[in-house]
Nanobody, 124 residues
């Protein structure tokens, strides 16, 4: 079993930056992918970014590409968010999986491991 826990959310101004962290524990040797989803008020869960546990491959949604960077250092995954916009306001969830295929990474229901979520609020 794997546990994941986020930290680092908070309040930022439009154009500012924040970094989210997600610490994985337990059977981290079984992880194949880790990433982030977000849920804004009144909206559906949205894919943000994912990385292959080896760290060689990353993938971003169109809404965050060139602004957000996902990375890994040992058992912690980071999401560096820059040039934040009001529409980035959401609860951000760290996710992990042993089994999700790279072609299916945008599907939240396929991820086995979820954090509790961390709020990111961007003021305009």
């Amino acid at each position: 079993q794997v546990q994941v826990a986020e930290s680092g959310g908070g309040l930022a101004q439009s154009g500012g930056s924040l970094r989210l962290s997600c610490a994985a524990s337990g059977r981290t040797d079984t992880i194949s992918l880790m990433g982030w989803f977000r849920e804004a008020p009144g909206k559906e869960l949205e894919f943000v970014s994912v990385l292959d546990w080896s760290g060689d491959d990353t993938y971003y949604s169109d809404s965050v590409v060139n602004r957000f960077t996902i990375s890994r250092d040992e058992n912690t995954v980071y999401l560096q968010m820059t040039d934040l916009k009001a529409e980035d306001t959401a609860v951000y969830y760290c996710v992990g999986s042993r089994t999700v295929h790279w072609t299916m990474v945008r599907h939240p229901m396929l991820y086995e491991y979820w954090g509790q979520g961390t709020q990111v609020t961007v003021s305009s």
